[in-house]
C-alpha cells in the first residue's frame, strides 16, 4: 500500500505537480496511478527545483516590493528599473518548454478551472493573431465583448486598439494579441495575484512559442505581472526593457486612452519606437 501524505502536504504536492504540469513538463506522471503513486510523487517532488517565490503561497498577496531583473538595451537608457537582480520574476524563473506550440498550450488550458474566474466567465479568451508574430500585445484580462466572443480586445478598447495597429502599417492578423488572464474577472475588476499566478504559466509559454521581437504590454496590470514589478507603468513607460530575450516596452491600456485621449500621444510615441524596432516605415513628419 502506498504511504499517505497527511492532507495539507498530499494538497502541496498536488498544487505543485499541477503547476509542473501546466508548465508542460509532464515526465513525472507517468508513474502517477493506483499502488506506488505515493513514492513516485514523493521521488519527483524532492528533485523539484524551488517554485518560483512569487508562486510560494506566503509569497502571493501584499509582497514586498521586488524588481525583476531587467536590463536595458543599449544604447542604456537611465532607468529606474535597471537595477541588479532582486529575485526572478515568475517568468525568468521557469525554463522553456520544448517545441512548445499554440495548439498544445491551448490543449493544456482545456477547461480551465485552476482560479475561481472560471465560474463566471462566458468563453476563455485564449488570445490571437500569428503564431510567428513578431509583436506581441498583452493586455490585462478579457471584458464582456471578449468574454462573448472569445477573442482579445473586441470592444471598445480593442477597436482603439486595433486602430494603432494599423496607423502602425499592420494588420491585427500580422500580430498577436492576448491578456495576462484569460478569463473575465468580475465587474472587469483588475485579475487577483491567485488568478494571476494561475493564468501566468500559459501566458509565458504562448510568448516563448512565438518568440516575438517585441512586446507591448499594455497598461499597468499587464507590465507589473510581466516585470514583477509594484512601480507605476509612468516611471518605466516608453523605455525599452528587456525580457527573457524579447524586447519589451510597455504603455497606456486603450481603455485608459478612451478615458483620457491627450494620453494618446504618448502611446503614439511608444509605438514608433516600436516601429522603428521593427523596421516598419515611420509617418513622414510634418513641416511646422
Ligand atoms: N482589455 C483588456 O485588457 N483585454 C481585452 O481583451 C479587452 C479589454
Known amino acids: 500500500m502506498p504511504e499517505r501524505f497527511p492532507a495539507s502536504l498530499q494538497q502541496k504536492i498536488e498544487d505543485r505537480l499541477r503547476y509542473y504540469e501546466d508548465m508542460g513538463i509532464r515526465l513525472f506522471y507517468t508513474d502517477r496511478g493506483p499502488g506506488g503513486a505515493g513514492v513516485a510523487v514523493r521521488e519527483a517532488v524532492a528533485s523539484f527545483p524551488p517554485l518560483p517565490p512569487v508562486l ?114 499592420l494588420q491585427r492578423s500580422d500580430v498577436y494579441i492576448c491578456n495576462v488572464v484569460k478569463c473575465r474577472p468580475p465587474e472587469n475588476r483588475a485579475p487577483e495575484p491567485d488568478e494571476v499566478a494561475a493564468c501566468s504559466p500559459f501566458l509565458m509559454r504562448q510568448i516563448d512559442s512565438i518568440h516575438p521581437k517585441v512586446i507591448v504590454c499594455l497598461g499597468a496590470t499587464a507590465a507589473k505581472t510581466i516585470l514583477n514589478t509594484t512601480r507605476g507603468i509612468s516611471q518605466f513607460r516608453g523605455e525599452w526593457l528587456e525580457w527573457r530575450g524579447h524586447k519589451l516596452m510597455a504603455t497606456y491600456h486603450p481603455a485608459y486612452l478612451l478615458r483620457n485621449p491627450p494620453a494618446k500621444a504618448d502611446v503614439w510615441k511608444d509605438l514608433q519606437k516600436v516601429m522603428a524596432e521593427l523596421g516598419l516605415q515611420l509617418p513622414k513628419k510634418s513641416k511646422a
Open 56 to 169: 510560494q503561497e506566503t509569497a502571493l498577496p501584499k509582497s514586498t516590493p521586488k524588481l525583476a531583473p531587467m536590463k536595458a538595451i543599449p544604447p542604456p537608457a537611465p532607468s529606474p528599473l535597471v537595477a541588479p537582480p532582486a529575485g526572478a520574476s515568475l517568468f525568468e524563473a521557469v525554463d522553456k518548454v520544448k517545441d512548445d506550440n499554440l495548439l498544445k498550450i491551448r490543449e493544456d488550458l482545456g477547461e480551465c478551472t485552476r482560479c475561481k474566474l472560471h465560474k463566471g466567465r462566458n468563453k476563455i479568451v485564449f488570445g490571437d493573431g500569428n503564431p510567428k508574430a513578431q509583436l506581441v500585445f498583452v493586455g490585462e484580462g478579457p471584458g464582456a465583448d471578449e468574454d462573448m466572443q472569445g477573442l482579445p480586445f473586441v470592444g471598445r478598447a480593442g477597436k482603439l486598439l486595433t486602430q494603432m495597429i494599423e496607423a502602425m502599417g
